[in-house]
């Protein structure tokens, strides 16, 4: 739990703590919905006799119950229930749904099998980073959120190659995989220890609490900020830069991936370090360093004429994402006291999901007036937004 000595914080090791370690398997099993199966596609458009368009609906099923029940978890999070009695049923809900796609041949079962996978997933980011915030405190908190960055990263990086290769024996073997968020669930409610909110306030008191802590200067700021790196990441980078490789420099899909799994894992390794940085600099200082990387990495993108020049945006690009996430994580963490934290990480978590929409359909209509060239100048731009949103937090 906190630690009131700083100096013994510093000294203590958080990547051995097992609660830290549990939140880790729990990070690792909910990520992997949507990365492990996608190299699968191709072979099941083939053997379900399927559109390439339907395809897809096994990704927007899967997410569609996150946009509309995160929130409610977390009020359910915050008040009777309490932490774990939301994780341990949404770990099952996830493991067993999941594996249950294994021995599914129907396009139709499957994606309510993938619903209900959805439901068990809904919850589990935001409460593995409120639960983040209620064992940790400080410099300790940022680097517990680097840490958990760090192994998200890592599982992104690592989940499309080990799909890739299950798929390779049938379409239906990546689908194996969700299976060992069932154990993980047992390991919650045996060894997990978090302090469980105390919570008698009147639903409608608590949602009032809230709303006002999310109108403050700095919260609205740090949300307005993640709302930009998301449009950034997931427009500017996630979709643009994949084009940029393929069109402009006829790039095969597996160095498109190799570029990808890059930044996941440059951006693990500067998670992995920010206990380190957070000694050195301060938080609003590693956020700043990190804006000017992002807009130093999409300004270099368009000028490269070669293509193993490209590394050099991607480590920067790396650099920044490993460093600004989980701080704001941390911020937004330490600003709701513990019976509100689980509500006021999972709006906030809503927020993200915001930009994560957006960031697509705006950079397509970016392209289509400046170019393809125009979406990293244009996700530049919205960096430098974002070191001035912070200065004016100051």
Partial sequence: MKCDKEENKNKRKIYLDTNLQIIFGITLAYIMGVASITPAFPKMVKELNISAKDVGLLISIFSLPGILLTPFSGVVADRRWGRKKIIFPSLMLFGIAGGLCFFIRDFKLLLILRLIQGIGAAP????TVTIIG????????????????????IGSASYPAIGGAL??????????????AVPIGFFVLSALKIPEPENELHIREHLNIVWKKLRSRRIVGLLVIGIIIF?????????????????????????????????????????????????LFSRKAILKASFILYTLALLIIPLISKL?????????????????IPVIQALLAEAAPLKYRATFMSVSGMTFRVGQTLGPFLMGLVIGVWGIGGAFFAGAALSIAMFIIMLMLE
Avoid at 124 to 127: A, P, R, W
Avoid at 135 to 152: C, H, P
Avoid at 264 to 279: M, N, P
């Fill in 134 to 153: 209620d064992l940790y405190s400080g410099k300790e908190l940022v680097a517990a959120m680097g840490y958990n960055s760090s192994i998200r990263s």
């Fill in 167 to 180: 798929a390779m024996i049938g379409w239906h073997y990546p689908f194996i995989l969700p299976v060992i």
């Fill in 231 to 279: 449009v950034m990441l997931f427009g500017s980078y996630m979709t643009c830069f994949p084009l940029l490789l393929g069109n402009s420099f006829g790039s095969s899909s597996l160095t498109i991936g190799l570029f990808m799994a890059g930044l996941s894992l440059i951006a693990a390794f500067t998670s992995s370090q920010l206990g380190k940085i957070v000694r």
């Fill in 308 to 324: 193993w020049l490209f590394f050099i945006p991607v480590i920067i690009f790396g650099i920044a994402h490993g460093m600004s």
């Fill in 124 to 127: 589990l980011g935001s409460l």
